[in-house]
């Protein structure tokens, strides 16, 4: 099976005095580009599992190339790196519908742990929203991005939910009955705006939940398990270790040695 590709997209506008992405194509295959305008071409070349947009001060013309990809590549989780940081920034970025929105600096640890479930985010969807070209007739692919969007803002009440209680037990049936629509309507639609199912979905945010908590000196495995929603430990290491690419043990031994 084929390396996942990461598509880095490097806007930062003052001198470089880091280079995370060298960093991290020690790891994963990495398409780096500077230039907006070559998008496109990469990912029609390279077909990357996930993006990675970095930033230092992002302004509006930085903002821009972001916000079309997701409007493009529906498909495609985003993770962004920047240096500003601001609460109205952080809320564009939920909007945008970022997948993880990473202050720096970040240990090299984190980073590694974030990238493995970013990838594993895109490599793992199993429904591609289809990116319709100009030769239909007019109006369609509108009409297309119409009826997508009108299926996230119906599923924003589960997200929300989540986001809330994922520390609890989080039924299937609440969660539907918050959108307004059955079990299986519900489960469809999740599917299909996400890129998987809505238990896994549940997890992987979980997991991302657990990664800074485990990152802090003195950290518990199985406290931090208990308060991220897991109620059995050995199911957590599974899936820690099935998205992150480390069992919890070894992320905070390595955790243990970065800080040293």
Same mark, same amino acid.
Not at 132 to 159: F, H, I, M, V
Not at 239 to 249: D, E
């Given at each position: ?18 280079? =995370?992405?060298?960093?991290?194509? /020690?790891?994963?295959? %990495?398409?780096? !580009?500077?230039?907006? &305008? #070559?998008? +496109? ?75 493995? =479930?970013?990838?594993?985010?895109? /490599?793992?969807?199993? %429904?591609?929203? !289809?990116?319709?070209? &100009? #030769?239909? +007739? ?75 908590? =485990? ?8 406290? %931090? ?36």
């Amino acid at each position: 099976m084929a390396p996942s590709t990461l598509l880095w997209v490097d806007l930062r506008i003052r001198p470089f005095t880091t280079d =995370l992405c060298s960093q991290v194509s /020690a790891i994963h295959r %990495v398409a780096y !580009v500077r230039e907006p &305008s #070559e998008i +496109p071409k990469i990912v029609a070349t390279h077909s990357p599992e996930a993006a990675c947009y970095e930033y230092d001060e992002p302004g509006v013309e930085q903002l821009e190339p972001l916000h079309s990809t997701r409007l493009e590549y529906p498909h495609l989780p985003v993770l962004m790196l920047t240096v500003k940081h601001s609460e109205e920034l952080a809320v564009w970025a939920l909007r945008m519908r970022v997948w993880d929105y990473l202050v720096l600096p970040v240990s090299r640890s984190d980073l590694a742990a974030r990238l493995a =479930l970013l990838l594993s985010e895109g /490599a793992m969807s199993s %429904v591609r929203e !289809v990116i319709l070209g &100009s #030769e239909l +007739p007019g109006g369609t692919e509108s009409a297309l991005r119409t009826a997508r969007d009108d299926r996230q803002k119906l599923l924003l009440p589960a997200l929300s939910y989540i986001e809330e209680n994922y520390s609890e037990k989080v039924a299937l049936g609440v969660v539907a009955r918050l959108c307004g629509i059955g079990r299986y309507e519900f489960s469809r639609i999740f599917k299909r705006v996400h890129g998987r199912t809505f238990r896994e979905f549940l997890i992987v945010h979980r997991i991302n939940k657990a990664i800074p908590l =485990l990152a802090r000196p003195g950290a518990s495995i199985t406290d %931090v398990a208990f308060a991220v929603g897991f109620n059995d430990l050995s199911h957590f290491a599974q899936m820690f270790r099935r998205y992150v690419g480390l069992c919890p043990s070894d992320y905070l031994r390595e955790m243990k040695t970065s800080r040293r």
